[in-house]
């Protein structure tokens, strides 16, 4: 099973400010890699899908990089909605789906 | 609009069944894959079973094969997660979640029904 992890635990950022998340396969996935937000109570929300492709009706302040074993979700100006919990999702090796264990993204 | 809802969670004593189920609509149900992921309390995501369109592929996660079965029926829009000899590790929140139609990461979710394991 291939391991996704994710750096760091909590990043601490200011509004407006640039915020970048990490996620790292234990082996290749290809660009098979998506990111979801989680806000308090709600649904995981799908942002990006191919490693690098917006979802539909996501702002173009989120931003995917990264092939192979190495990823980054990048939020150019952080907006207050921004605020929340950020998972990798590996979908090369399925089954099973191997998701990373998140990023809480906090107001600094 | 798309729109998953779940029910049928609860409070179960350990060793307990409980079946959950999700409604669907706003798309072709019977087009797609679906999924149940589970959440444990301040916990992170785990995938815990998939079902293809017409039900001919299911897949578990290790943690709960041979306790729980997924199902479907197409002809009401729904989904369904029948869970046997539950543990108190089994307690957290259950989404369905729909896979895209040709790859597998999920677009949509629902809610999330509350599972709770305890005696």
């Known amino acids: 099973e291939i391991v996704m992890t994710q750096s760091p635990a909590t990043l601490s950022v200011s509004p407006g400010e640039r915020a970048t998340l990490s996620c790292r396969a234990s082996q290749s996935v290809s660009s098979n890699l998506a990111w979801y937000q989680q806000k308090p109570g709600q649904a995981p929300r799908l942002l990006i899908y191919g490693a690098s492709t917006r979802a539909t009706g996501i702002p173009a302040r989120f931003s995917g990089s990264g092939s192979g074993t190495e990823f980054t979700l990048t939020i150019s100006s952080l907006q207050s909605e921004d605020f929340a919990v950020y998972y990798c999702?590996?979908?090369?090796?399925?089954?099973?789906?191997?998701f990373g264990q998140g990023t809480k993204l906090e107001i600094k | 609009e798309v729109q998953l809802v779940e029910s049928g969670g609860g409070l179960v004593k350990p060793g307990g069944s409980l079946r959950l189920s999700c409604a669907a609509s706003?798309?072709?149900?019977?087009?797609?894959?679906m999924n149940w992921v589970r959440q444990a309390p301040g916990k992170g995501l785990e995938w815990v079973s998939s079902i293809s369109s017409s039900s001919s592929y299911i897949y578990y996660a290790d943690s709960v094969k041979g306790r729980f079965t997924i199902s479907r029926d197409n002809a009401k829009n729904s989904l369904y997660l029948q869970m046997n000899s539950l543990r108190a590790e089994d307690t957290a929140v259950y989404y369905c979640a729909k896979l895209v139609a040709t790859s597998y990461y999920f677009d949509y979710w629902g809610q999330g029904t509350l599972v709770t394991v305890s005696s």
């Open positions: 706003g798309f072709t149900f019977s087009s797609y894959s």
């Open positions: 999702q590996q979908y090369n090796n399925w089954p099973p789906d191997t």
